[in-house]
């Protein structure tokens, strides 16, 4: 039987990209899956009037995987004033899927080392994982307001969401160097003050790990000034998004970061870490690796394909170390040019 999977390929760069990785996985693996493409994000607002169509959720929810490329429109786009906007069709398919745990691997390939802005010396040898909170928090608590002259957020987490997250992360920990650095903001907020004593609680389970605490403040000054000291960095939705945004500097382009998020057993979604890019859409340049890579997350955790999971994987390392590279890394290769390569690359 076919593995049937969801391509939600969405706004912007999101086709581009997305084709780039369908055209990849059929190459490698002919036969193999089911694509079925539904709409979503801005697309779903032009099909169905909302981010999220009931027809591309219920498609989510029978498949054996998803694929999400990227979504949003421009800023001022009319797409901001749906009843559900792209940005909520995002979080309301995270949250319907239960996907809490949102894995996102930050790691500088040789290849990239001589491009990255910062200094080598600091970048050689980065590999760490963030492991963000996905369902909860600032991104979904209530009550929220957006008024004429005040607006408010509610930061919000219970105990239980953050024991089953930060289990999350010790687990990956224990398959690498056995390191946790918790980043929060306990110093001012109570939502950080449980979240600390919590995590503490669950280190209990794992005495081989060693846990460290971290301020999100200093986090982000240390994620580019030594970045070779983390392993796994376990926190909440908001700081892992600007987080892992950030490091993305290391590798020196969002565009190869891919992301993995999972629920306690339902279907898993891949997706980039970065955005629909609309100042680059449409001119076939964007760079395809984050969405490539998302494809080869999905064969290591949904479909246990390790060695086609590798196999792509050094295809795309092979194409950069030749020197075949997009414009956000200061090449000349377009995105189709890039996908050939990968291809062509492919078993070597
Ligand atoms: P962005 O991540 O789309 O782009 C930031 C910068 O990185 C841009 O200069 C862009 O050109 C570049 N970039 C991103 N991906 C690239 C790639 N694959 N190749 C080359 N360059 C790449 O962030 P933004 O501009 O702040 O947001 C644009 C839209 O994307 C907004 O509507 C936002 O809400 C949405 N967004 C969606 C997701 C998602 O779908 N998961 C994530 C982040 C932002
Ligand atoms: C991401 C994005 C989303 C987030 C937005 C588009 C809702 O930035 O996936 O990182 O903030 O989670
Ligand atoms: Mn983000």
Avoid at 43 to 49: D, H, K, N, Q
Avoid at 113 to 137: H, M, N, W, Y
Avoid at 174 to 181: A, E, G, L, P, Q
Avoid at 290 to 299: G, N, Q
Wanted: net charge negative.
């Amino acid at each position: 039987m076919k593995k049937k999977i969801v391509i939600l390929a969405g706004d912007g760069i999101g086709p581009e990209i997305m084709a780039a990785a369908l055209a990849v996985l059929e190459a490698a693996a002919p036969e193999t899956f089911e694509f079925i493409e539904k709409p979503f994000g801005g697309a779903g607002i032009e099909a169905a009037g909302v981010g999220l169509p009931e027809d591309t959720l219920a498609a989510c929810q029978e498949a054996d995987a998803i694929l999400l490329g990227a979504i949003g429109g421009p800023a001022g786009s009319p797409w901001e004033q749906a009843s559900q906007t792209p940005e909520q069709g995002l979080l309301a398919l995270r949250k319907e899927l239960n996907l809490f745990a949102n894995i996102r691997p930050i790691a500088v390939p040789d290849a990239l080392l001589p491009l990255s802005p910062v200094k080598e010396a600091i970048v050689q040898g980065t590999d760490f994982v963030v492991v963000r909170e996905l369902t909860s928090g600032i991104y979904f608590g209530e009550p929220r307001e957006l008024g004429v002259s005040e607006a408010y957020d509610t930061c919000r987490y219970t105990v239980k969401e953050i024991t089953r997250i930060a289990k999350i992360a010790f687990d990956i920990a224990m398959t690498r160097k056995k390191h946790v650095t918790s980043v929060d903001k306990a110093n001012v907020l109570a939502t950080s003050k449980l979240w600390r004593q919590t995590v503490e609680t669950v280190a209990q389970d794992y005495p081989e790990v060693t846990l460290t605490h971290q301020l999100v403040d200093s986090c982000a000054m240390r994620i580019v000034q030594q970045p070779t000291e983390f392993d796994v960095i376990l926190t909440e939705n908001l700081f892992g998004d600007i987080l892992s945004d950030e490091a993305s500097v290391l590798p020196g382009t969002l565009g190869v970061l891919p992301s993995a998020s999972h629920s306690d057993s339902g279907v898993s979604l891949y997706e980039p870490i970065h955005g629909s890019a609309p100042d680059i859409a449409g001119q076939n340049i964007a760079n395809p690796a984050s969405m490539i890579l998302s494809a080869v997350l999905m064969l290591r955790q949904s479909f246990n394909l390790p060695d086609l999971a590798d196999q792509i994987e050094s295809a795309v390392y092979h194409v950069m170390n030749e020197g075949i590279v997009t414009g956000d890394l200061g090449g000349k290769a377009t995105t189709s040019e890039f996908t050939q390569a990968v291809i062509a690359a492919l078993g070597k």
